[in-house]
């Protein structure tokens, strides 16, 4: 019963970020604030439901999880809208978590079936959500690299430079916590806190990645196009440790990490 209102929460969430998104590019900032929070919690209402009826925390299916990401795009989107006043993050953001919203919608199927019993360990939630919230500020964090890498060649004004550096040090920031949950959370479901394990392995990849751009930023004869692109390549990275891996044949006959 449950995913079959799903539809008109969502799109009443949708409605409501799209709304937030359009009046920020107009400058009206306590009205894309106000539209985007009204948002967020009527789409946790719809989480709320699920919560209350299934007598526990909805993260056990493919369909429950995505309901997370859903939320917690928009939400990162708000608070560094609230916080840095970048009027395009509302949109980057509307944008992926309508993306997950759209794969719930019209891919019913995800919606009952049932996480690995690993997956189903209490840390799994702080985990995946700290990691989802991380993937949204690197993102949007790439988009401003490709805007100033192919939009003004490489002519960054300083304070569009600290747009992208403070983006990265939030996102990297997360993704830390994330892989400390994620040890733990291994720890309790395989006795060890790091195997190796090929997700594991481009976890570390992409944590360096992003390591290295923060690192390079600090040269004092560092290039800006040359910091845009590695920012790009650590996006790729972490494409590759999201869900890349899944395709990979060494991955599927080891990796404890594809479901």
């Not at 449950?2 to 937030?20: E, P, Q």
């Not at 944008?95 to 189903?120: D, R, W």
């Not at 490489?154 to 040090?169: F, H, Q, S």
Request: charged share 10%; hydrophobic share 55%.
């Amino acid at each position: 019963m449950n995913w079959n209102i799903f539809i008109y929460f969502a799109i009443a969430a949708v409605i409501l970020w799209t709304a937030g998104a359009f009046t920020a590019w107009k400058g009206k900032t306590t009205t894309a604030i106000a539209t985007t929070a009204i948002g967020l919690a009527v789409f946790f209402a719809f989480i709320l439901i699920m919560w209350i009826t299934l007598e526990r925390p909805p993260l056990r299916t493919m369909g429950e999880t995505r309901l997370w990401y859903s939320f917690f795009l928009p939400l990162a989107g708000l608070i560094v809208y609230a916080r840095w006043r970048y009027k395009w993050i509302l949109t980057f953001s509307t944008l992926l978590a309508t993306v997950f919203i759209c794969v719930n919608i019209f891919k019913p199927e995800i919606h009952s079936k049932a996480l690995m019993p690993a997956l189903q360990s209490p840390w799994f939630a702080p985990h995946v959500i700290v990691y989802m919230f991380a993937y949204a500020l690197l993102g949007a964090a790439t988009v401003m690299a490709i805007y100033l890498l192919f939009f003004k060649n490489g002519n960054a004004k300083p304070e569009e430079t600290e747009i992208t550096d403070n983006l990265v040090y939030a996102g990297l920031a997360f993704l830390t916590i994330g892989m400390l949950f994620g040890a733990l959370w291994a720890k309790e479901a395989w006795g060890h806190y790091w195997s190796w394990d090929p997700k594991e392995t481009w976890a570390a990849i992409t944590w360096l990645a992003y390591l290295t751009y923060i690192h390079y930023n600090l040269l004092p004869q560092r290039k800006l196009t040359t910091a845009l692109w590695i920012l790009i390549i650590a996006f790729v990275l972490l494409q590759m440790c999201w869900w890349g891996i899944n395709y990979l044949p060494s991955a599927r006959a080891t990796s404890v990490h594809t479901y």
